[in-house]
């Protein structure tokens, strides 16, 4: 067996002892390597009572080097692979986790969030590129009509974009996220707590097959692993450290996607929240991280997520406003003529400039002016305002996100699951 072979085999082994982010191991890890660090835990050498004691639990169960040949061997048939940091394809921006600290962190969960000891992956993308331009879009399981076209829309705008959609899989938004980059012929990754081969939730089978095909899928546990509910919470920190920033599209008031923009926050990435209706169960989440977290910011769409994300000076989110309007381009003194125009019949210029407060030359040239805007019409008697223009349509309301289109992005998502209580929380 080469020395790299046995160190990803010793990695392998170290994640089948211990639950991935214990920062403990990851300290021998660093300081030891991979194999001697496995030797010393199996000596029962840890360097606290609850290592060893959880070591010697899972060992009893099986000789570790004997289950990580087999899962090795396993991964080989899956058709997946091993990539260890000691890899090209490693993701250099996970080492931020070393620094992860949470704020009234006391379980484990929140407590034990050390960098990955390995990845087991599915599909033929070098990981450390299709993570390098990516973005995180989370959120209920539950999602709302709104909800699932909103993350639809993000998801296919920022891979038509160029960037990776990073999700968990789940139902809901994660599903219409992947489904919406997708649609766009772009890039989507799902980090799963559970192993490569096991599609979790089965509803979403056909959806990892496309993702393995196009994308990747990823996990910190060898094949067979199953979805336990605290494994969920532990990848969520790499889906905050693997990408540029985090949206959540919707989070009922305890929510697993809040926590992984919180990962996000604490390692200083940017994490974003779409708002929603105040009366939404699914926008409890949202909002209140918005209201605890002064650096969560507001996103309503793509452009907001790139200004946030993207380069600085370059992708800038265009202001909101209403589309623009004749009378928006008028001066001070041609908006003083038009406002002293009676609002039927007509009126003599003279009446007109001492109505409106300017000189009769001011007048004329602004009537000149109005009258070229067709905001004005000139007559016998005068000048008067020009009727409506009945035959333009209505200017669409733009502050919302509009009904998805047949045939669009989200329109394609016909199967984003939303029914409450599917799945384990992400």
Not at 123 to 140: C, K
Request: charged letters at 25%; one cysteine or more.
């Amino acid at each position: 067996m080469s020395t790299i072979e046995e160190r990803t085999l010793a990695r392998v082994a170290l994640t089948w002892l211990t639950e991935p982010g214990t920062r403990s191991v990851h300290r021998l890890v660093a300081r030891l390597g991979p194999v001697a660090a496995l030797d010393l835990l199996l000596d029962g050498g840890a360097p606290d009572e609850k290592l060893r004691s959880a070591v010697a639990a899972r060992a009893a169960a099986g000789d570790a080097r004997a289950v990580a040949a087999e899962a090795v061997a396993r991964t080989e048939r899956l058709g997946a692979r091993l990539v260890t940091p000691e890899d090209e394809e490693w993701p250099a921006q996970l080492a931020d986790l070393g620094r992860m600290r949470l704020t009234d962190a006391y379980r484990k969960v929140d407590v034990e969030t050390a960098p990955p000891l390995c990845f087991w992956v599915r599909g033929s993308w070098p990981l450390a590129e299709a993570l390098d331009r990516s973005v995180a879009v989370v959120g209920a399981r539950a999602a709302t009509g709104y909800g699932t076209h909103v993350a639809t829309e993000i998801g296919y705008g920022l891979a038509d974009r160029g960037w990776t959609i990073v999700s968990g899989g789940a139902f809901g938004i994660d599903a219409a996220a992947h489904r919406g980059a997708l649609n766009a012929g772009g890039l989507t990754v799902a980090v799963l707590a559970c192993g490569v081969d096991r599609p979790y939730p089965m509803g979403n089978a056909a959806l990892f097959e496309r993702i393995a095909d196009t994308g990747l899928l990823v996990s910190e546990w060898p094949p067979g692993a199953d979805p336990l509910r605290p494994r969920f919470l532990i990848r969520n920190r790499v889906i905050a450290a693997g990408t540029a920033g985090t949206v959540v599209v919707e989070a009922s008031a305890r929510s697993g996607a809040t926590q992984t923009a919180r990962r996000a926050l604490a390692i200083g990435r940017p994490a974003m929240a779409v708002p929603g209706p105040v009366t939404s169960a699914m926008s409890v989440g949202t909002h209140e991280l918005l209201r605890e977290y002064p650096k969560a910011r507001l996103v309503t769409g793509v452009a907001h997520v790139l200004e946030e994300v993207g380069r600085i000076g370059y992708d800038l989110a265009p202001p909101a406003r209403g589309p623009e309007r004749p009378r928006d381009r008028l001066d001070d003194e041609a908006t003083q003529v038009l406002e002293a125009m009676p609002r039927r019949g007509a009126v003599g210029v003279e009446r007109l400039a001492a109505r409106a407060g300017v000189t009769l030359r001011t007048a004329l040239r602004k009537l000149s002016m109005l009258e070229e805007l067709t905001l004005v019409v000139r007559r016998d008697d005068g000048y008067a305002l020009a009727p409506p223009d009945t035959s333009a349509p209505a200017a669409a309301d733009t502050s919302a996100p509009a009904p998805p289109e047949a045939g669009g992005p989200a329109a394609a998502d016909t199967g984003a699951r939303g029914a409450a209580g599917e799945g384990t929380p992400t």
